[in-house]
């Protein structure tokens, strides 16, 4: 089973600030996924990245395949961005089926 | 585009109830699909999975069931519901090539067990 280590488990920010959440993970995977779950439970796939970075809009990820690490970035913070964001690699015995961290819950103050 | 959509979006139940729960999906066809859970504060759990039209797969025992009558529906049953069954539950679907892959969440249900 790959194991997925998310940190931290939450984070408090001013608005504007730049924001971190980390992913590691034990296996060596083919693309990893990070998922914004908004408070009415509703989730939405933000980015699938198998190497180096991807940017949409405010929101950066990279992965670093030899040391088993991604990063989501979110740059100029805003109160809209409080959510839980979830990284989420394949399992190991079927690259269909997900295995998540348990979530860092982003809250941003006004 | 790939549409998930599921019922009822919330539910109350009493234990010993029976429960089942839908889901179709729109603009895709014979995808992989997954009901998943999660417990309040908890992370998401992957409880079934299928990769087409009475294909289930079981990822933990557990009092729950599924199975996919057509190819764009997915159904979540319980004949006896527990305490430990409340929870937020997802379906979803994988579109694209394995292991490059986006998965697609639907609204979830909210069932609470009393």
């Keep these: 089973k790959n194991e ?107 | 585009s790939q549409t998930i959509h599921q019922w009822p979006a919330t539910l109350v139940q009493p234990v010993g109830s029976p429960l089942s729960l839908e889901c179709t999906v729109e603009g895709t066809s014979n995808p992989n699909l997954y009901w998943y859970r999660q417990a309040a504060g908890r992370g998401l759990q992957l409880l079934f999975y ?20 057509q190819d764009r529906q997915f159904i979540l049953s319980s004949k006896k519901l527990l305490l430990s069954d409340s929870g937020f539950y997802l379906c979803a679907l994988a579109g694209g090539p394995i292991p490059f892959y986006e998965q697609y969440f639907g609204p979830g249900t909210r069932l609470t067990v009393t």
């Excluded at chain 1, 908004?38 to 929101?59: A, D, E, T, W, Y």
């Excluded at chain 2, 299928?50 to 009558?69: C, D, F, K, T």
């Design chain 1, 4 to 110: 997925v280590e998310q940190s931290p488990q939450n984070l408090t920010a001013q608005e504007g600030e730049f924001i971190t959440i980390n992913c590691s993970y034990s296996v060596g995977i083919s693309a990893l996924h990070w998922l914004q779950q908004h408070p009415g439970g509703g989730i939405v796939s933000l980015f699938m990245l198998s190497s180096g970075k991807k940017k949409h809009g405010r929101l950066i990820a990279t992965i670093n395949i030899q040391e088993k690490h991604s990063s989501l970035h979110i740059t100029a913070s805003h109160p809209r961005d409080s959510a839980v964001y979830i990284c989420a690699v394949p399992s190991k015995s079927s690259g269909s089926r997900l295995t998540f961290g348990e979530g860092t819950q982003l809250t941003v103050n006004p």
């Design chain 2, 50 to 69: 299928s990769v087409g039209i009475g294909q289930i797969s079981s990822e933990v025992p557990q009092n729950l069931s599924a199975s996919r009558p």
